[in-house]
């Protein structure tokens, strides 16, 4: 079974940083694409950041070149790195992992709570 377990959010005043931390564990790591996804109060879930396999990244307009998404494969870790963070950017930030090869072994994290004051 593969979990996933989100750490780093907490209350952060705007223009100061987060680092979020996924630990990744039951599977190949390696093999999986990751993401970083957001979900503020009454507002869908929306997809912040992805990193493929072999390190390819992606990021929403509202976060570009503001946040970065990274991996360690050895760690079996991905991190995102929030800077210059506003009040907007609050929200649960959840973890997901899909494989590769079979996109419906797709698991999410818990989800860690990041809150931006203004």
């Known amino acids: 079974q593969v979990q996933l377990v989100e750490s780093g959010g907490g209350l952060v005043q705007s223009g100061g940083s987060l680092r979020l931390s996924c630990a990744v564990s039951?599977?190949?790591?390696?093999?999986?694409?990751l993401g970083w996804y957001r979900q503020a109060p009454g507002k869908q879930r929306e997809l912040v950041a992805s990193i493929t396999s072999r390190g390819i990244t992606t990021y929403a307009d509202s976060v570009k070149g503001r946040f970065a998404i990274s991996r360690d494969n050895a760690k079996n870790t991905v991190y995102l790195q929030m800077n210059s963070l506003k009040p907007e950017d609050t929200g649960v930030y959840y973890c997901?992992?899909?494989?590769?090869?079979?996109?419906?072994?797709?698991?999410w994290g818990q989800g860690t709570q990041g809150t931006v004051s203004s």
């Open positions: 997901n992992a899909r494989h590769v090869l079979l996109p419906t072994h797709d698991y």
């Open positions: 039951g599977s190949i790591f390696s093999a999986y694409a």
